[in-house]
């Protein structure tokens, strides 16, 4: 079995020591989605939440989770980040927000937390302005998509049953308040 990077020569946790990698483009893709009942997605789409506007909310809480990763994940390198994009869509069956956040810079260790991070954050803030109308709500599927950069270089979410990709790739209608 291959040694943790994240263990020392005792076993112990430690932060990587990532000073002698090269530095380069980096960027990660990370998708997840909020499920709720149908007639909470249409007060969503119709702009008639009561809490006001939630997917602004959403994506200023997924920005602002991408940036303060470093601080949130014990062993996570604080990163300057170059560019966070969050899309939101909605799915009719399940009825279901999708969240899909981008997160890009220039450094020595890639930015799959800060995506990851901005889509957990960026549900449970859509979780919070809506759970007044639909305890139903939940978070569900987040995981890492896609990656690039650094010694690893690209990497993809192997494929899965068409099935499976209908219910996790953020389909059917795009918010006209998509945020980006």
């Not at 119709?46 to 006001?52: F, S, V």
């Not at 869509?89 to 220039?106: C, D, H, K, L, Q």
């Not at 937390?113 to 957990?120: G, I, N, P, Q, R």
């Amino acid at each position: 079995m291959k040694r943790l990077s994240h263990l020392d020569a005792r076993g112990r946790v430690r932060m990587v020591d990532v000073s002698p990698k090269e530095v380069t483009a980096r960027e990660a893709m990370a998708r997840g989605r909020v499920r709720m009942r149908p007639a909470t997605l249409r007060l969503l789409r119709d702009e008639r939440a009561p809490k006001g506007d939630v997917l602004t909310t959403a994506h200023l809480a997924g920005v602002l989770a991408a940036k303060r990763t470093g601080e949130l994940i014990p062993l996570a390198h604080p990163l300057l980040l170059e560019g966070v994009d969050i899309q939101f869509g909605f799915e009719g069956r399940p009825a279901a927000v999708t969240i899909e956040a981008r997160v890009r810079t220039r450094g020595r260790t890639g930015v799959e937390m800060e995506a990851l991070t901005a889509v957990a954050i960026a549900g449970l803030a859509l979780i919070d302005m809506l759970k007044a109308v639909d305890r139903t709500l939940e978070l569900t599927d987040v995981a890492l998509w896609e990656k690039r950069g650094g010694r690893s270089g690209e990497w993809s979410r192997p494929s899965e049953t068409a099935a499976a990709k209908r219910r996790r790739v953020p389909t059917g209608e795009t918010s006209s308040r998509t945020i980006r």
